[in-house]
């Protein structure tokens, strides 16, 4: 599946949170990050970032993308980040 | 779904937020370890324990290449899969004389079949190739079961890429490239650097597959296991090196994707510069993860998934559960 994930946490936990979803998906731009996971790594990355934000004032979503067959990604301005398997 | 990670930039790779990070002159760059299943190293790149820990930790196959895009090797974690029974059997089949023969011809067989279908595909786009389908078939068909031994099968397969590669002349007319005969370390031409690079990629991709199984890499059948050299690898890369590194050759040069300013000599060798590397890299790693519709198992399968299904069938054989028939393409 592919996943894109958006953040809006307090100052405080945005490092972890970074730093969590960083190991599953590819930063994209602040607070975005995206990339195709498997069923159980995108499990693996909830239950990580369950643990470190507060459900009380963080809010963090997924969209969820079964292929990408039917979308579209269109850029304006400046690319920041974004997957790159050859480097 | 794993990735492939192909560096070519350098810089010092290391383990950084529990993840895998390049930090190169100008960028530091993440890659998320969730979904990595190999690296293969191009460029100059420092790295120290701590990374070859968490790469054993994660599983993850390093392949290094030199400047000149030889193979130099691999760092192969320690196996996770451990399965005395499927060792033993491996050695049974590799002391066993009849045995290894009987494996080592199907790998034969394999490849002669694979290349057959790749000039067949040739002759129906109106390439005069007869002449060599009929010789490797007479191969395939007539000295291949007469062999009684490995170094036998060895030579068979020998004279039918002889064949196989002078048709490359007749498949790529019209084109600068011309094969005057294979040439290996260096290679002599830039289609030998081509063929050379292909066949390196394709034996470390199938090295990290091995990985993945129980099977050791150190034990082949058709290339004879000698001091700490992988060769299970090597055996397995016959089938797939007519599907998927001919194809992707054929793929780049037959749609001028390549032209002989790809190449750089240096001394007597040719060497397929970066921005070749780059594209052949991606074009590989397009074909592999292309799909097609697995008939055994009724669903589509990548090409990736078909080098693990190849290694499943090798365990079913050693293990006696079913022979082992090589995967031979049909289109």
Redesign the interface.
């Known amino acids: 599946m592919y996943v894109i994930l958006v953040y809006d946490v307090n100052v405080a936990r945005v490092g972890k949170v970074l730093?969590r979803a960083?190991?599953?998906?590819?930063?994209v731009q602040n607070s975005v990050l995206e990339?195709?996971?498997?069923e159980a790594?995108y499990r693996?990355?909830k239950s990580d970032l369950a643990r470190v934000i507060d459900t009380r004032e963080d809010s963090v979503l997924f969209y969820v993308l079964g292929a990408r067959k039917y979308t579209r990604r269109e850029l304006m301005g400046v690319q920041k980040g974004g997957e790159?398997?050859?480097? | 779904m794993q990735k492939t990670l192909y560096l070519f930039a350098s810089g010092r790779l290391r383990r950084k937020d529990n993840t895998v990070c390049l930090e190169s002159e100008n960028a530091t760059k993440y890659f998320p370890v969730a979904s990595l299943r190999d690296i293969f190293v191009f460029g100059e790149l420092d790295l120290n324990k701590k990374l070859f820990e968490f790469m054993e930790e994660q599983e993850i196959v390093l392949h290094f290449f030199g400047y000149y895009g030889n193979y130099v090797g691999s760092f192969y974690p320690r196996e996770h899969y451990n399965s005395g029974y499927v060792i033993l059997r491996q050695a049974e089949h590799y002391l066993d004389g009849a045995r290894r023969l009987e494996l080592a011809r199907r790998f034969v067989e394999g490849a002669l079949a694979n290349i057959l279908q790749i000039l067949r595909y040739y002759q129906n786009r109106g390439k005069e190739l007869a002449g060599s389908i009929e010789s490797i078939s007479r191969l395939l068909e007539g000295s291949l079961p007469a062999c009684g031994r490995v170094e036998e099968l060895m030579a068979v397969e020998g004279n039918a890429r002889e064949y196989y590669y002078e048709s490359f002349n007749v498949i790529l007319d019209k084109s600068p490239f011309t094969m005057p005969g294979r040439s290996k370390r260096p290679p002599t031409d830039p289609l030998n650097a081509l063929i050379s690079f292909g066949n390196s990629l394709i034996y470390a991709k199938i090295l990290t597959e091995i990985y993945k199984t129980h099977l050791d890499p150190r034990i082949g059948y058709l290339h004879s296991t000698n001091f700490r050299r992988f060769t299970l690898n090597l055996d397995l890369a016959e089938i797939f090196k007519p599907v998927l590194a001919d194809r992707v050759l054929f793929h780049l040069l037959g749609k001028k994707m390549l032209d002989l300013k790809d190449f750089e000599q240096q001394g007597g060798a040719y060497l397929l510069r970066e921005r070749g590397r780059r594209l052949y890299v991606e074009t590989l790693e397009e074909k592999l993860q292309s799909t097609f519709h697995h008939r055994r198992l009724r669903r589509n399968v990548s090409y990736q998934t078909l080098l693990r299904l190849e290694l499943y069938k090798i365990q079913k054989h050693l293990m006696g559960e079913q022979p082992y028939k090589p995967f031979v393409s049909r289109w």
Do not use: C, P, V
């Not at chain 1, 960083?22 to 930063?27: E, G, K, M, N």
């Not at chain 1, 790159?84 to 480097?87: A, L, R, S, T, V």
């Open positions: 730093k960083r190991r599953y998906l590819t930063w990339g195709e996971l498997t790594s693996a990355l790159e398997w050859i480097y």
